[in-house]
């Protein structure tokens, strides 16, 4: 079981995350934009943060670049769920730090699948 | 939006503005309206979801567990849908703010000019799929692939 940070603008969409990374026995907490999602990892460590891309405030590249800098952080895996697909974004994702880029509509078995694969 | 010497009357350029800013505000209601019912859904889900004991077991659980990931799948449609009306509601008030190529005289140099302009508010990538896959068919047919890329994942 890991701690996990689910990061999204959209309700349903947090909602639809913490439900399938719960029914594989994760803990999971939410922030709905990169600042709020700051704040919650310098107040608790998390094993993985999935973060969306497009969002108010601080966007998800932003928060990859940000939680990289700090260095209980460096080496967590942390990973893009997004509906962008083009590897224009991807590559700025990498570059940021990104452990993985997932392109929306995720599938629940398939996201447990990668959140094992990274935690290993 | 209608200050050029050039462009249709006033009137109906100010009905054109009230157009646009009405329909924003329509989409933005009806995108607010549509939040809590989704949200109950997902809460729904994580109860059923939640109410699926391990030690159940059996044909029946494996069924409902699939049926869950299903409903959690095609859940995440509602919230696409909530994005790209939410660029159609950005193009919108844009309209008001910015002028248009001329409505007089509309052919199709006009309309490759608006087509340009429309292309450059498009922000992300699947938005331009959207529009282009609109353009082409007049509507998105049922089953229609906008993302070629959709549910894929790749590590770095």
Known sequence: MARILAVDDSPS????????????????????????????????QFD????????????GISLVR???????????????LTTESTSERKQQGKEAGATGWLVKPFDPARLLSIVAKVLT | MCA??????PSRCKTLEVSAEAASILLSFAMRESEAPAVELGTALERLSQGLRPAEGGAMRETLAR???????????HDRLIQQLAVIRNLLTRLTDHPLPQMAGFGAMRWEELLTELRE????????????LLLRTGGVAPGAQLGQGEGTSELF
């Open chain 1, 13 to 44: 969409m947090r909602q639809l995350v913490k439900l399938a990374l719960a029914s594989g026995g994760h803990e999971v907490d939410v922030a709905t934009d990169g600042v709020e999602a700051l704040e919650v990892a310098e107040k608790r």
């Open chain 1, 48 to 59: 993985v943060v999935i973060t969306d891309v497009n969002m108010p405030n601080m966007d």
């Open chain 1, 66 to 80: 940000e939680l990289r800098r700090r260095t209980n952080y460096r080496f967590v895996p942390l990973l893009m």
């Open chain 2, 4 to 9: 050029a010497a050039s462009e249709p009357p």
């Open chain 2, 67 to 77: 049926d869950i990931a299903d409903c959690v799948r095609a859940l995440q449609f």
């Open chain 2, 121 to 132: 508010r498009l922000a992300e990538h699947s938005h331009h799929e959207l529009f282009e």
